[in-house]
């Protein structure tokens, strides 16, 4: 079930790639801004494992049926992170900004929670990366 490939694998590994950062993100988050309130840190904690199974099981896909072009880890992983991430944020977009602006200052070019969607970008490529590293991709994948 864990060999390689395996979706079972993939998922895994982006749940768990999720888990790290939604941890970090629960246990930094009232650190810069103690007003966040424990639903927006399971949320995001939560979302984030979500994220990573989800991009795990797209793996499978490794090639584009409406563009006609080929989806590599590269693409699909960040492509999947930085939209999830922009569903987020618009979403709890108060609570985005909030944090954003006590870590930078009201006044900075880095002031608005969006910056959150470059997170997800570079999250999703990682996460992506490393289920396929590990997990294998294609459809190889689906008949173990």
Known sequence: ML???????????????????????????????????????????????????????????????VLHMPMPWWVRGPMIGGFMMLVLWMIAQPQFDAVAIAMFGENSIFSSGAWSIVDGLIIGALMSFLATRFGGEGKETVGQ
């Open 3 to 65: 060999e390689k490939p395996s979706l079972i694998r993939r998922a895994a590994i982006g749940k768990t790639i999720g888990l790290v950062f939604g941890l970090i993100a629960f246990f930094i988050l009232p650190m810069i801004t103690p007003e966040v309130t424990l639903t927006f840190r399971f949320g995001v904690a939560l979302y984030l494992i979500m994220m990573g199974g989800f991009i795990g099981i797209m793996g499978v896909f490794t090639y584009h049926p």
